[in-house]
């Protein structure tokens, strides 16, 4: 009930395309949603987040879509770079500190 | 703009030597974090501290391990037996509300041979 299932594990783009990362709960206690973005050897860099009030928000190229009743949301890069090419996190958290990770999903992006 | 730092960038200890990794949290933030994250693994949530106190912590977080802010800015983790199976990065992470946007550092990358 704690897990955060990603997918796909992998996705190939090419320059100019739309990225979607898919990401499944299934406790109904999370109300806070974000998505991280990791280059190698560096730290997760928080990218943007969302609270199940809204079914969507966007913030730039980048965009989160939630669907509560079916406890998933996902992430939408508009106009994918070679620039974002990185291994994209989703998460979930209750109310609490922790926040439980999703699997991650390594996004190349081609010129 | 203000960053979570941590320091060494990598550590590399034998097993059943104590290593502390150290953090420093956003300066105005009050909610601080440990995750590990195992090569090619997904992030996962060790221990939660505010207040001085421990918030939260998971099955992970066992008597090994033990955190504490020792002075005004930094926020420390320490292993006191270190196994194999700890070798991994270790990410500090900073908050400014308990349900807030959690800010990570670069992470210390621990080497336990």
């Known amino acids: 009930q704690q897990q955060v299932k990603q997918s796909p594990q992998s996705l190939i783009v090419q320059k100019g395309g739309i990225s979607i990362i898919n990401c499944a709960y299934e406790?109904?206690?999370?109300?806070?949603f974000p998505w991280y973005q990791q280059f190698p050897g560096k730290g997760p860099a928080l990218l943007i987040a969302?609270?199940?009030?809204?079914s969507e928000k966007k913030e730039g190229r980048f965009t989160i879509s939630f669907n509560k009743s079916a406890k998933q949301f996902s992430l939408h890069i508009m106009d994918s770079q070679p620039g974002d090419s990185a291994t994209y996190f989703c998460?979930?958290?209750?109310?609490?500190?922790?926040?439980?990770f999703g699997t991650g999903t390594r996004l190349k992006v081609l010129a | 703009e203000p960053e979570v730092t941590q320091t060494p960038s990598h550590q590399v200890t034998q097993m059943g030597q104590e290593v502390i990794l150290r953090c420093v949290p956003i300066?105005?933030?009050?909610?601080f974090y440990w995750y590990r994250q195992i090569l090619g693994q997904k992030v996962e949530f060790l221990v939660s501290?505010?207040?001085?106190?421990?918030?939260?912590k998971s099955e992970i977080f066992d008597d090994q391990f033990s955190v504490e802010r020792p002075d005004g800015s930094n926020f420390t983790l320490k292993i006191r037996s270190t196994k194999l199976e700890d070798s991994a990065m270790y990410f500090c992470?900073?908050?400014?509300?308990?349900?807030?946007?959690?800010?990570f550092g670069p992470g210390t990358r621990l080497t336990v041979t």
């Open positions: 992470a900073s908050s400014a509300a308990e349900s807030g946007e959690q800010y």
């Open positions: 406790n109904t206690a999370f109300d806070y």
């Open positions: 969302i609270r199940p009030d809204v």
């Open positions: 998460a979930a958290s209750a109310g609490t500190y922790k926040y439980i």
């Open positions: 300066s105005n933030h009050l909610y």
């Open positions: 501290f505010y207040n001085n106190e421990i918030s939260e």
